[in-house]
Protein backbone atom coordinates (compact mmCIF):
# COMPACT_ATOMS: atom_id res chain seq x y z
CA UNK A 1 0.00 0.00 0.00
CA UNK A 2 1.66 3.30 -0.73
CA UNK A 3 1.92 6.48 1.07
CA UNK A 4 1.10 9.68 0.42
CA UNK A 5 2.87 10.26 -3.03
CA UNK A 6 3.74 13.94 -3.64
CA UNK A 7 5.53 15.29 -6.58
CA UNK A 8 7.79 16.92 -7.55
CA UNK A 9 10.01 16.09 -4.68
CA UNK A 10 11.91 19.68 -5.54
CA UNK A 11 10.89 22.60 -7.62
CA UNK A 12 12.40 25.62 -8.87
CA UNK A 13 10.55 28.69 -10.33
CA UNK A 14 11.96 32.32 -10.93
CA UNK A 15 9.56 35.23 -9.72
CA UNK A 16 6.56 35.54 -11.33
CA UNK A 17 6.34 31.79 -12.16
CA UNK A 18 3.40 29.48 -11.78
CA UNK A 19 3.82 26.53 -9.21
CA UNK A 20 1.89 23.46 -9.24
CA UNK A 21 2.43 20.86 -6.38
CA UNK A 22 0.79 17.28 -6.75
CA UNK A 23 -0.76 14.92 -4.10
CA UNK A 24 -1.62 11.54 -4.30
CA UNK A 25 -3.12 10.42 -1.11
CA UNK A 26 -3.31 7.15 0.26
CA UNK A 27 -5.88 4.31 -1.12
CA UNK A 28 -8.98 4.94 0.29
CA UNK A 29 -8.28 8.29 1.69
CA UNK A 30 -10.81 10.93 0.86
CA UNK A 31 -9.17 14.02 2.75
CA UNK A 32 -6.47 15.55 2.09
CA UNK A 33 -4.54 18.98 3.72
CA UNK A 34 -1.60 20.66 2.90
CA UNK A 35 0.63 22.36 5.27
CA UNK A 36 3.63 24.37 4.67
CA UNK A 37 6.96 24.45 6.37
CA UNK A 38 8.99 27.90 6.38
CA UNK A 39 12.79 27.51 6.57
CA UNK A 40 13.59 26.72 10.54
CA UNK A 41 9.88 27.23 11.05
CA UNK A 42 6.79 24.48 11.98
CA UNK A 43 4.19 23.25 9.97
CA UNK A 44 1.16 25.67 9.18
CA UNK A 45 -1.83 24.10 7.95
CA UNK A 46 -3.23 25.39 4.75
CA UNK A 47 -5.81 24.32 3.40
CA UNK A 48 -8.36 20.57 3.81
CA UNK A 49 -10.17 19.20 1.36
CA UNK A 50 -12.61 16.20 0.21
CA UNK A 51 -13.02 15.50 -3.58
CA UNK A 52 -14.17 18.10 -5.11
CA UNK A 53 -14.86 20.17 -2.12
CA UNK A 54 -12.56 22.68 -0.26
CA UNK A 55 -13.73 22.57 3.69
CA UNK A 56 -11.52 24.63 5.63
CA UNK A 57 -9.15 27.09 4.20
CA UNK A 58 -8.29 29.38 6.99
CA UNK A 59 -4.90 28.95 6.63
CA UNK A 60 -4.74 29.50 3.02
CA UNK A 61 -3.32 33.16 2.13
CA UNK A 62 -6.07 35.31 0.82
CA UNK A 63 -3.85 35.90 -2.92
CA UNK A 64 -2.43 33.78 -5.68
CA UNK A 65 -2.70 30.12 -3.61
CA UNK A 66 -5.24 27.69 -4.35
CA UNK A 67 -6.44 24.32 -4.24
CA UNK A 68 -8.06 21.57 -5.58
CA UNK A 69 -8.94 18.05 -4.99
CA UNK A 70 -10.90 16.98 -8.06
CA UNK A 71 -12.99 13.49 -8.25
CA UNK A 72 -10.05 12.05 -10.75
CA UNK A 73 -6.70 12.72 -9.65
CA UNK A 74 -4.38 14.17 -7.56
CA UNK A 75 -4.92 17.00 -5.35
CA UNK A 76 -3.10 20.31 -6.61
CA UNK A 77 -1.67 23.24 -4.66
CA UNK A 78 -1.27 26.13 -7.37
CA UNK A 79 0.85 29.00 -6.24
CA UNK A 80 0.67 31.95 -8.81
CA UNK A 81 2.96 34.54 -9.75
CA UNK A 82 5.70 33.12 -7.12
CA UNK A 83 7.87 35.33 -4.96
CA UNK A 84 10.74 34.77 -2.63
CA UNK A 85 8.84 34.39 0.59
CA UNK A 86 7.07 31.31 -1.06
CA UNK A 87 9.91 29.25 -0.96
CA UNK A 88 9.45 26.46 1.61
CA UNK A 89 8.34 22.76 2.13
CA UNK A 90 4.87 21.95 1.29
CA UNK A 91 3.68 18.81 2.76
CA UNK A 92 0.82 17.25 2.11
CA UNK A 93 -1.55 14.54 4.69
CA UNK A 94 -4.50 12.23 3.81
CA UNK A 95 -6.70 10.43 6.09
CA UNK A 96 -9.63 8.47 6.14
CA UNK A 97 -12.99 9.79 7.00
CA UNK A 98 -13.60 12.05 10.51
CA UNK A 99 -14.02 10.82 13.42
CA UNK A 100 -17.71 9.69 14.42
CA UNK A 101 -18.80 8.27 17.94
CA UNK A 102 -18.08 4.41 17.92
CA UNK A 103 -15.25 4.55 15.15
CA UNK A 104 -11.84 3.71 16.45
CA UNK A 105 -9.42 6.48 15.83
CA UNK A 106 -7.07 7.05 13.72
CA UNK A 107 -4.23 8.96 12.59
CA UNK A 108 -3.30 11.43 9.56
CA UNK A 109 -0.08 10.05 6.74
CA UNK A 110 2.09 12.64 5.66
CA UNK A 111 3.95 12.79 2.31
CA UNK A 112 7.69 13.55 1.78
CA UNK A 113 6.62 17.25 0.97
CA UNK A 114 7.73 19.21 -2.32
CA UNK A 115 10.23 21.91 -1.68
CA UNK A 116 9.70 24.75 -3.67
CA UNK A 117 12.62 27.67 -4.14
CA UNK A 118 11.65 30.94 -5.83
CA UNK A 119 14.94 32.23 -7.12
CA UNK B 1 -7.24 22.58 20.09
CA UNK B 2 -5.17 22.98 23.32
CA UNK B 3 -2.00 24.69 23.35
CA UNK B 4 1.04 22.13 24.56
CA UNK B 5 4.77 23.53 25.84
CA UNK B 6 7.86 21.17 25.17
CA UNK B 7 11.80 21.70 25.66
CA UNK B 8 13.26 22.86 23.01
CA UNK B 9 15.80 20.58 22.79
CA UNK B 10 17.04 16.99 24.70
CA UNK B 11 20.09 14.99 24.18
CA UNK B 12 20.50 11.31 24.48
CA UNK B 13 22.93 8.24 24.53
CA UNK B 14 22.27 5.81 21.90
CA UNK B 15 21.10 2.95 23.72
CA UNK B 16 19.03 4.49 26.51
CA UNK B 17 15.60 5.37 26.84
CA UNK B 18 14.34 8.52 26.01
CA UNK B 19 11.72 10.82 27.64
CA UNK B 20 10.04 13.59 26.16
CA UNK B 21 7.50 15.51 27.98
CA UNK B 22 4.96 17.93 26.83
CA UNK B 23 2.77 19.88 29.07
CA UNK B 24 -0.82 20.09 28.14
CA UNK B 25 -2.97 21.94 31.39
CA UNK B 26 -5.47 23.17 29.36
CA UNK B 27 -6.77 19.70 27.94
CA UNK B 28 -10.16 19.50 27.75
CA UNK B 29 -12.16 15.62 28.13
CA UNK B 30 -12.36 14.97 25.06
CA UNK B 31 -9.02 15.79 23.90
CA UNK B 32 -6.50 13.09 22.63
CA UNK B 33 -2.64 13.39 22.89
CA UNK B 34 -1.06 12.33 19.45
CA UNK B 35 2.55 12.40 18.82
CA UNK B 36 4.07 12.59 15.66
CA UNK B 37 8.04 13.43 14.72
CA UNK B 38 9.76 15.14 11.66
CA UNK B 39 13.18 13.76 10.64
CA UNK B 40 15.62 16.19 9.18
CA UNK B 41 13.81 17.11 5.51
CA UNK B 42 11.20 14.45 5.67
CA UNK B 43 7.32 14.82 6.15
CA UNK B 44 6.08 14.13 9.63
CA UNK B 45 5.40 10.72 10.83
CA UNK B 46 2.74 9.29 13.26
CA UNK B 47 4.11 8.11 16.46
CA UNK B 48 1.47 7.36 19.12
CA UNK B 49 -1.52 8.53 20.52
CA UNK B 50 -4.08 8.15 24.01
CA UNK B 51 -6.62 9.46 25.32
CA UNK B 52 -6.02 8.61 28.90
CA UNK B 53 -4.36 5.54 29.38
CA UNK B 54 -1.51 4.82 28.72
CA UNK B 55 -0.28 3.58 25.39
CA UNK B 56 2.52 1.43 23.70
CA UNK B 57 3.26 0.37 20.16
CA UNK B 58 6.05 -1.37 18.59
CA UNK B 59 7.90 2.29 18.48
CA UNK B 60 7.40 3.78 21.37
CA UNK B 61 5.16 3.90 24.70
CA UNK B 62 2.97 6.83 26.19
CA UNK B 63 2.43 7.97 29.63
CA UNK B 64 -0.71 9.98 30.73
CA UNK B 65 -0.85 11.55 33.95
CA UNK B 66 -3.79 10.74 36.04
CA UNK B 67 -5.26 14.41 35.62
CA UNK B 68 -3.99 14.75 32.26
CA UNK B 69 -2.11 17.87 32.46
CA UNK B 70 0.86 16.53 30.80
CA UNK B 71 2.41 13.05 29.44
CA UNK B 72 5.66 11.56 28.49
CA UNK B 73 6.53 10.21 25.27
CA UNK B 74 9.42 6.95 25.60
CA UNK B 75 11.54 5.84 22.91
CA UNK B 76 12.54 3.03 25.08
CA UNK B 77 16.51 2.41 23.25
CA UNK B 78 16.57 5.31 21.36
CA UNK B 79 19.17 4.60 18.08
CA UNK B 80 20.44 7.17 15.72
CA UNK B 81 17.91 7.18 13.55
CA UNK B 82 15.75 8.39 16.27
CA UNK B 83 16.96 11.88 15.86
CA UNK B 84 14.55 13.77 14.96
CA UNK B 85 12.06 16.79 15.61
CA UNK B 86 9.16 15.59 18.31
CA UNK B 87 5.49 17.20 18.28
CA UNK B 88 3.19 16.64 20.82
CA UNK B 89 -0.21 17.30 19.47
CA UNK B 90 -3.65 17.77 21.40
CA UNK B 91 -6.78 17.21 19.48
CA UNK B 92 -10.40 16.84 19.41
CA UNK B 93 -11.13 13.41 18.90
CA UNK B 94 -14.72 12.54 17.99
CA UNK B 95 -16.24 15.46 15.13
CA UNK B 96 -13.08 16.82 14.12
CA UNK B 97 -10.72 16.23 11.45
CA UNK B 98 -8.05 13.83 11.79
CA UNK B 99 -5.04 15.37 9.80
CA UNK B 100 -6.34 19.32 11.05
CA UNK B 101 -3.15 19.56 13.51
CA UNK B 102 -1.38 22.26 15.20
CA UNK B 103 2.43 21.92 15.09
CA UNK B 104 4.27 24.30 17.79
CA UNK B 105 8.10 24.12 17.67
CA UNK B 106 8.26 20.57 18.86
CA UNK B 107 11.40 19.16 20.98
CA UNK B 108 14.69 19.01 18.82
CA UNK B 109 16.15 14.99 20.38
CA UNK B 110 19.53 14.53 19.32
CA UNK B 111 20.51 11.07 20.07
CA UNK B 112 24.44 10.74 20.11
CA UNK B 113 26.38 7.69 20.06
Known amino acids: NAGVMQNPRHLVRRRGQEARLRCSPMKGHSHVYWYRQLPEEGLKFMVYLQKENIIDESGMPKERFSAEFPKEGPSILRIQQVVRGDSAAYFC?????????????????FGQGTRLTVV | DAKTTQPTSMDCAEGRAANLPCNHSTISGNEYVYWYRQIHSQGPQYIIHGLKNNETNEMASLIITEDRKSSTLILPHATLRDTAVYYCIVRVGRGSTLGRLYFGRGTQLTVWP
Open chain 1, 93 to 109: ASSLQTERIGQVNTEAF
